[in-house]
């Protein structure tokens, strides 16, 4: 078949470091569509779910307190997001603003709007708004009572003040503290020294950002670095990358031809955060927790958050140390009838993963083999919270190719809502995925898995998106820890509410848990 490419299209993609051959699968990719996820049943308690007492927790923050330092361990924050989704509907206030101030009359304010200027000085940025809004010769207050909301959120939102309209929401200030209020990104650096911490007393953690505002994340550390080392005791090792433009994807227009720029030039994409499986191959460390930007408390909140971190983590150190052995014994011999047994029964009842459907049948070599190849691979323990409001994306036990069920996390845009039997399945699901993980990414003897060789290439998902006002199709790539993770041995654990207070409008910061009054 003739390429839709043309010469100057190949050099192009060469500049992004995209090979031709990937662009022309993509295409076809538009073309043919993904399968919805066979989801067979929710994972719930005590089928999918661990749910462990208070007893058993405590075990495992022991043993994660006790054997964490003898891996190298880091943290990995997706941290890249602008923050101009969190300012949405002030956003579309300012622009009626505009409107109004045009035909000399002042806007009502709607309901979300309200709630943000009624408690406008409960905000942690309310101190740097109002000088931003002073070294204009405006005084903050004064505009609220006049209701001079434009001059505000200007000063909020746009370059000439404040800019939290473009800035990353990693440095957008969370919380209040005497003395110093915190963005997201401090309040990582904290949470991360309660929990990640070698015998040198160093705090590891890396954060995948954009390239416009590294500099920016740079520049914070240089300033807190101190403050926060004082505080916790600990030294940083902080280090930061950018998604790579080699996980572009391609844009298409509605007929799925390739979208092309008035240049000529075809538009490419960010491939959304399953392209950071990329960032997360590169790392050299044993354990990774994975965690989003915007799910932070105040100190005062933390003792959760960190409990449950050594949990997940201790959880994965005995996990590692069973599978590690029996690796390390099947590559000395072959296992007798006694141990393969007990083997099963450790991959079917602790890994929760079923074995081929042809394992009966296989001479013990086979068997072995079969099996050492699901222990070969890397490891993800996920905490679950319980839904609380409508079912959405979560836990589900998923068949693949081959029948087999496995453990996926699963968001509610890979589920067919037209499917009665499907949205059954989900309507009965129980628990939702917070984005708290923590991975192991190498094997027995200490090498590095290549992570891109257990993605499941059949959950990409299609998405649609606009470019100067023209409709385009886009292609995002299987999820950091939805298909990007699929081929990895999963176990859930069902962790409390009081872990997950994510930040996804401005307002949210209104919210108890992040008022640090």
Known sequence: MKSVFTGKDVQQFKEQGIPVEEVERQLERFRRGFPYADIRKPATPGDGILTLSQQEGDKLVRLYEEKSREYRVTKFVPASGAASRMFK???AFYDLCVSAAKQGVSPSLPGEVKVFF?????????????????EKGKDIRSLRQTNHYKD????????????????????????????????????????????????????????????????????????????FEGKFGVRYKISYSVQKPST????????????????????????GHGALIENLNDRGEDIIFIKNIDNVVPDR????????????????????????????????????????????????????????????????????????????????????????????????WVAGKDGRLSLQIVESSQINRDDPQKNEILNHSTHFNPVDLVCAVKDHQGRKYDLKAFVDPETYFISSKSFDGKELKALELPGLWNGAMADW????????????????TVNDLLRPEHLNE
């Not at 799925?256 to 490419?268: A, C, E, S, V």
């Not at 041995?489 to 996804?504: G, N, R």
Request: with cysteine; charged share 25%; glycine share 8%.
């Open 489 to 504: 041995i999963t176990l859930f654990v069902e962790v409390p509410a009081s872990t997950f207070h994510p930040v996804k």
């Open 89 to 91: 509907s002030l956003f």
């Open 248 to 271: 572009d994807t391609i844009a298409v227009t509605p007929e799925n031809h390739p979208f092309r720029l008035p240049d000529g030039k075809i538009l490419f994409r960010p491939g």
């Open 118 to 134: 009624d408690g406008l000085d409960r905000f942690a940025f309310y101190g740097a708004l109002k000088h931003a809004l002073a």
């Open 301 to 396: 909140l933390k003792g959760d958050t960190v409990r449950y971190k050594k949990i997940l983590g201790g959880l994965l150190i005995r996990l590692l140390r069973k599978i590690y052995r029996w690796l390390n014994k099947m590559d000395g011999k072959a296992l007798d009838e006694q141990e393969m047994n007990e083997l099963i029964a450790f991959v079917v009842r602790e890994l929760q993963t079923e074995l081929p459907g042809d394992f009966s049948a296989l001479s013990p070599s086979g068997k072995q083999k079969a099996v050492y190849e699901i222990l070969h691979r890397p490891v993800r323990v996920c905490g679950m919270v319980k839904n609380e409001g409508e079912p959405g994306g979560g836990p589900f």
């Open 152 to 227: 505000i959120l200007e000063a909020l939102l746009f370059p000439s003040g404040l800019e939290y309209g473009s800035l990353p929401k990693g440095l957008i200030l969370f919380h209040r503290y005497p003395g110093h209020n915190r963005t997201a990104f401090e309040e990582h650096l904290a949470e991360g020294a309660m929990h990640v911490e070698d015998e040198q007393h160093n705090s590891y953690a890396h954060f995948t950002v954009s390239p416009e505002h590294m500099e920016k994340f740079r520049k914070k550390m240089e300033e807190v670095h101190a403050y």
